[in-house]
């Protein structure tokens, strides 16, 4: 072989590597998520309230499924009397939508101060987790609002139709991506979603790094044979 057909083959791996991670990084899942304004109708002890606030969702995939946790960026409702460290326990639901259906429960911790009366009770970020039951685009969005607290139960129900707050393209287990216009943390392909940024960029460096590994082999190998066949 010669010396410019082997500079010709040397070029052409690393052009094909470089493609290669390239097509990588255009593959990269995103999920689709935003903060959506959630107006509630909290049924109280004493009485009908209302009460707005902008809700998150986010997901992070765990295992084989996802972790699912909603935040309130304002307080809901309110009590005529001061509620102590840990008396109030809320729980929430999650609608799913577009591939998947029912409901997804959230839960958390009890409130680790004291609220003061007739304060918007501040709901700390609830989690649960999410495992696809089939593959496609599934949405996100904010359900009814439950808060126990000094024996009582207040539910709080959307009002307003809220929009989905996350979408995730999903695959469920032993199944394929239907295709959906995202691929996530969020997340197409047969790459299952990712939602978090950071586990994205690791994950693809990864695999980036694989491909060039595989070029790099390739080259040492042309290398070693061409020193071979001068000798």
């Known amino acids: 072989m010669s010396n410019r057909t082997y500079q010709k083959r040397t070029v052409a791996l690393a052009s094909a590597a470089a493609l290669a991670g390239s097509a990588v990084l255009m593959a990269a899942p995103a999920a689709h998520a935003e903060v959506v304004d959630v107006n509630y109708r909290c049924e109280t002890p004493i009485g009908v309230k209302s009460a707005l606030s902008p809700i998150d969702i986010k997901g992070v995939k765990s295992g084989g499924g996802y972790k699912v946790t909603m935040s309130w960026q304002k307080g809901v409702s309110s009590s005529p009397v001061e509620l102590g460290k840990g008396s109030m326990n809320p729980s929430a639901t999650i609608k799913l939508g577009g591939a998947d259906s029912g409901t997804l429960t959230v839960t ?63 695959t469920a287990a032993g199944g394929s991506s239907s295709g959906g216009t995202q691929s996530a943390d969020g997340d197409s392909g047969t790459e299952l979603p990712q939602t978090g940024p950071e586990d994205s960029v690791v994950a693809l460096g990864t695999l980036g790094g694989t491909v060039l590994l595989a070029g790099a082999a390739g080259t040492l190998w042309l290398t070693r044979r061409n020193q071979a066949a001068r000798r």
Do not use: E
């Open 108 to 170: 958390g911790p009890a409130n680790q101060a004291a609220i003061p009366a007739s304060t918007p009770i501040k709901i700390n970020d609830l989690s649960g987790t999410y495992t696809p039951k089939k593959s496609g685009k599934v949405t996100f969005t904010a359900g009814v609002l439950t808060i126990k607290a000094l024996g009582t139960t207040t539910t709080c129900t959307p009002t307003n139709s809220p929009q989905p707050s996350l979408s995730l393209d999903v």
